[in-house]
């Protein structure tokens, strides 16, 4: 009986240490201006999906919050077909060649904040 209490302490203590930590480590989130996370994606997406992976692995956990924009720099058909199965899987997920990602990062809308 005292193992398995010693066992229940050890998985609470481990678990509260979890919380706190990300607590500790996750920024404001209030009054912050939007963030976008720019990846720019060449070839065949070589590496894109594990990238893709990181990120959404930040804001799942709460420790960032940002758009996604992945950014055509020069994708061949096959890499252009990734990023649409991605775009089906996520549809937060943005999509645009590299000429139109300075106005998209420029938008805002009536407040002042930036807007896709």
């Not at 956990?61 to 775009?87: C, H, N, R, Y």
Request: one cysteine or more; hydrophobic letters at 50%.
């Amino acid at each position: 009986m005292e193992i398995l209490m010693a066992l229940l302490c050890v998985v609470v203590l481990l678990v509260v240490n979890r919380l706190i930590f990300l607590h500790l480590v996750s920024p404001a989130q209030q009054g912050t201006i939007p963030v976008f996370a720019v990846i720019p994606a060449t070839g065949d997406g070589e590496g894109l999906e594990h990238t893709l992976r990181h990120l959404h692995w930040l804001r799942e956990e709460k420790l960032s919050q940002f758009t996604l924009l992945i950014v055509d720099a020069g994708l061949t058909p096959a890499g252009q077909e990734l990023v649409q199965t991605l775009g089906r899987k996520d549809p937060a997920l943005l999509f645009c060649p590299a000429e139109e990602a300075t106005l998209i990062l420029k938008r805002k809308d009536d407040n002042g904040y930036f807007s896709l």
